[in-house]
């Protein structure tokens, strides 16, 4: 079974603090992928990376950023957290045969 | 460019009910379609897909057919239970184009199942 395990279930932050999600994937797969979840507005791409230190911006990269150093792991990095980052946060993978995104549990993250 | 829209929730049944959750999408070429699943403090995980034009998939009772002619992929399910309580995503993946990768969601549609 494919394991995608995020660092934090819940995370509080103070306003201005430089914050770092962490995810791990144990199948090798060349693609992950950080989306942000709020109600009403669905999954939304941050950033995603096809490769080790490659990336690219999804929909909202604004005010993150990113880092894949092994391909086991992609880190999400918010420079200087603001309130309106509070949010659900997930990681995905993608590869294999059966071409599906594979989900971590997600990271509650308030920022304060 | 793609998108998906599903309709808004939440929606609540009660047991033995039938459901449907209407999903229609804007792409071009051929895309791939998915129905997500999140249970209650989960993360999402895939319910069932469909690849091409008049698939259906199907998962846990679960089914949706790839319809181009109207490009609408409904989820509907002639029972539910209690434990299918949870938000339901559908999303696309369109490999026409660069990134195909990458998933395109729906809003979400939040189904509560009443005993």
């Known amino acids: 079974d494919v394991k995608v395990t995020q660092s934090s279930r819940y995370l509080v932050k103070r306003t201005g603090e430089k914050v770092f999600l962490e995810c791990v994937q144990d199948m090798d797969h060349e693609n992950m992928f950080w989306y942000r979840q709020d109600p009403g507005l669905g999954l939304r791409l941050i950033y995603f990376s096809y490769d080790v230190k490659m990336k690219e911006k999804g929909d909202i990269p604004e005010g993150y950023s990113v880092s894949r150093e092994k391909k086991e792991r992609f880190s999400l990095i918010l420079e200087s957290a603001s309130t309106n980052q509070t949010s659900m946060y997930l990681c995905?993978?993608?590869?294999?045969?059966?071409?599906?995104?594979?989900f971590g549990p997600g990271t509650r993250l308030t920022v304060t | 460019g793609n998108s998906v829209t599903q309709m808004e929730g939440p929606v609540t049944l009660s047991e033995e009910a039938f459901l449907t959750i209407n999903c229609t999408y804007t792409?071009?070429?051929?895309?791939?379609l998915f129905w997500y699943v999140q249970y209650p403090g989960e993360g999402l995980q895939l319910l069932l897909k469909?690849?091409?034009?008049?698939d259906k998939g199907s998962n846990k009772g679960f089914e949706a057919t790839y319809r181009k002619e109207t490009t609408s992929f409904h989820l509907e399910k002639g029972s539910v239970q209690v434990s299918d309580s949870a938000v339901y995503f559908c999303?696309?993946?369109?490999?026409?184009?660069?990134?195909?990768?990458?998933?395109?969601f729906g809003k979400g549609t939040k189904l509560t199942v009443n005993p």
């Open positions: 995905a993978t993608f590869g294999g045969s059966s071409y599906e995104q594979y």
């Open positions: 999303a696309l993946r369109n490999p026409t184009q660069g990134g195909s990768e990458k998933l395109v």
């Open positions: 469909a690849t091409k034009a008049d």
């Open positions: 792409a071009t070429g051929y895309p791939s």
